[in-house]
């Protein structure tokens, strides 16, 4: 039996994910989260001295808080099961990547093992963010400097 | 657990309502200028209403903009607080969406404020639109 054929028989066996319903799951899952994150940026804007623009930065690191003791008491590996990348995708799917990881690595000490370890998953997160940031800036500048787009 | 659901529902659709956005001019000083900025704003479709309030040289207004429209909020900003400008030589003008910024022009006008705590407010709205940070 060569690898194609294994492979067909894997396929066969293997049950076929609902993907709608993971989708409408995920959408569900993702909406609530940021209806959270809308409700936390008002209480920035309405409490606070924040305005719209300025509220975001407070808002993530609430979100980030939210996620922290989530991850902490295992809940939100329950809420990622059933969500799926509707829990992945926003800043608290983030949050879950890093504090998962110093948890498991504490074991190892403070700054091998959580300085070190930190960012294992969501570096790639950080590196990337940064990098498409770079572009995405370099294309718009390109297109202010033509004439096509105004800032 | 249907209950439950249904009370989320609620909660989720119910926040939805909200009182409308009223278009109100205030101005302290009850000058001529607040009407011309009530023609003018009244003359915009993108504008679906409008909290402003003026005093001295300083003209503060908050626009709600339609939902979708809102991603063209700077532009829109922009346009009208060019043509207020037109309108009004010689006045800073600030033109914005913010909500925050709505909240507190609401807070001056349903407190009526007058003279230095006007003032006050003024600078602190001036001071909050600045911010980027």
């Known amino acids: ?151 | 657990m249907k209950k439950k659901l249904y009370v989320l529902v609620m909660f989720l659709l119910l926040t939805g309502c909200s009182d409308a956005s009223k278009d109100t001019v205030y101005d302290a000083k009850q000058t001529k200028e607040a009407q011309e900025v009530e023609s003018e704003l009244d003359n915009y479709s993108d504008v679906m209403a409008y909290t402003s309030v003026l005093e001295g040289n300083d003209v503060i207004v908050s626009i709600d903009i339609q939902r979708l429209k809102r991603f063209n909020k700077e532009k829109i900003e922009n346009k009208v607080k060019k043509y207020l400008e037109e309108k009004l030589p010689g006045k800073e003008i600030i033109v914005t969406a913010d909500i925050k910024i709505k909240w507190e022009l609401a807070k001056i006008i349903d407190h009526q404020l007058q003279g230095e705590e006007l003032n006050q407010a003024i600078e602190n709205i001036k001071s909050l639109s600045k911010e980027e940070t």
Not at chain 1, 60 to 77: P, Q, R, S
């Open chain 1, 1 to 151: 039996m060569d690898q194609k054929q294994f492979q067909t028989i894997v396929d066969k066996q293997t049950p076929k994910a609902p993907l709608f319903i993971n989708m409408l799951k995920a959408f569900f899952v993702g909406g609530i989260i940021c209806t959270i994150g809308q409700f936390v940026s008002f209480f920035y804007i309405r409490f606070f001295d924040f305005t719209e623009r300025t509220a975001a930065n407070p808002t993530v690191a609430t979100m980030v808080f939210f996620a922290m003791i989530l991850t902490g008491t295992g809940l939100y590996k329950k809420i990622s099961q059933f969500g799926g990348a509707g829990s992945a995708v926003p800043v608290t799917g983030f949050g879950n990547a890093v504090i998962s990881a110093a948890i498991e690595h504490k074991s190892e000490g403070y700054v091998l093992g959580i300085g070190g370890n930190i960012f294992k998953l969501a570096g790639s997160v950080i590196v990337f963010g940064v990098l498409s940031a770079f572009f995405v800036a370099l294309i718009k500048t390109i297109l202010v400097k033509v004439g096509v787009l105004s800032w």
